[in-house]
């Protein structure tokens, strides 16, 4: 059974104003607690999808339900970390409280909370240059979680990064999620990323923006490392590869003068 729902988009559509239609009629209701990807190709609306639920420009028409206003509180992860280089880890993961006009003695202890939870104590004094990718990842993760969201919109925070610091990351987040239980939109083009980190897979397509596949991922939590070489981790891979081929299929056959990339269709082992 679901949980309650944490938003809803209602039949939204997104124009941008050179003409783009980014999203296309998109009905799409996330529950509480559920860790949702959404997967695509590049172009296909994802990004869109969390500006509109962050409020980061209008839609063209539909709307935007929340489930309860405590639900409201949003936290932002963007595909670059985007951090302050002249500012140390602790400034830089302070910024939203010093925004919200805290001082930096009552903002102290959710900031080291925050760097706690990324587990980059000892960092603190530290500067961005000093830090490897996946630590800046760190931060600017540790950044988003200050303000103790309730909603994690995740902008493939990990696209930049090797895949073994990928998938640290992807474990560490996972294990967070796992205490705090925050509802989590992550954005990938990764199906393996998307697959071994959620428990829905909503499956989009481009031109129009468009969701074509809904996938309920049933493996339990926590998920390890095994998970990923069992068979039912390469099913769902297998699956959601199929549903993008379709959904490639039909865009070509919407605009047979793209050449429509099937890179993103990498076939699981
Ligand atoms: N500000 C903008 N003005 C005009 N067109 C835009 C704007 N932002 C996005 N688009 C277009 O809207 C479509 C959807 O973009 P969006 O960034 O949401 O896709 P995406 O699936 O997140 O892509 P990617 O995976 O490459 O980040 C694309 O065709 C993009 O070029």
């Not at 996330?30 to 500006?51: A, D, N, Y």
């Not at 980059?120 to 760190?138: D, N």
């Not at 199929?242 to 056959?253: E, F, H, K």
Request: net charge neutral; glycine share 6%; with cysteine.
């Amino acid at each position: 059974m679901n949980t309650p729902a944490a938003f809803t988009l209602s039949d939204v559509s997104k124009v941008y104003s050179n003409g783009t239609v980014a999203l296309h009629n998109l009905d799409l209701t996330v529950h509480e607690g559920q860790f949702v990807s959404l997967l695509g190709p590049s172009g296909c609306g994802k990004s869109t999808v969390l500006r509109m639920v962050a409020g980061l420009g209008k839609m063209s028409s539909g709307n935007l339900y929340w489930g309860s206003s405590s639900q409201r509180k949003l936290a932002y992860v963007f595909q670059e970390a985007a951090l302050m280089p002249w500012a140390t880890v602790e400034d830089n993961v302070a910024l939203p409280l010093k925004l919200a006009g805290l001082s930096k003695s009552a903002a102290r202890e959710a900031v080291q909370e925050a760097i706690a939870l990324v587990a980059l104590q000892g960092f603190e004094k530290a500067y961005p240059r000093e830090l490897s990718g996946g630590m800046r990842m760190r931060v600017s993760i540790a950044r988003a979680l200050v303000t103790k969201p309730e909603i994690l919109l995740m902008d493939e925070p990990f696209g930049a990064l090797d895949e073994m610091t990928r998938s640290k990351l992807n474990s560490d987040l996972l294990n967070l999620w796992g205490q705090k239980q925050w509802t989590v939109v992550f954005v990938t083009h990764n199906i393996y990323e998307a697959v071994y980190l959620s428990n829905r897979v909503v499956v989009m397509a481009a031109r129009p923006g468009r969701v074509v596949a809904d996938v309920a991922i049933a493996a339990p939590y926590p998920r390890t490392e095994e998970f990923r070489t069992t068979p039912l981790f390469n099913d769902y891979c297998r699956d959601i590869s199929n549903s993008l081929s379709r959904a490639a299929g039909q865009t070509a056959a919407l605009h047979p003068s793209d050449s429509v990339s099937a890179s993103v269709v990498n076939q699981p082992a």
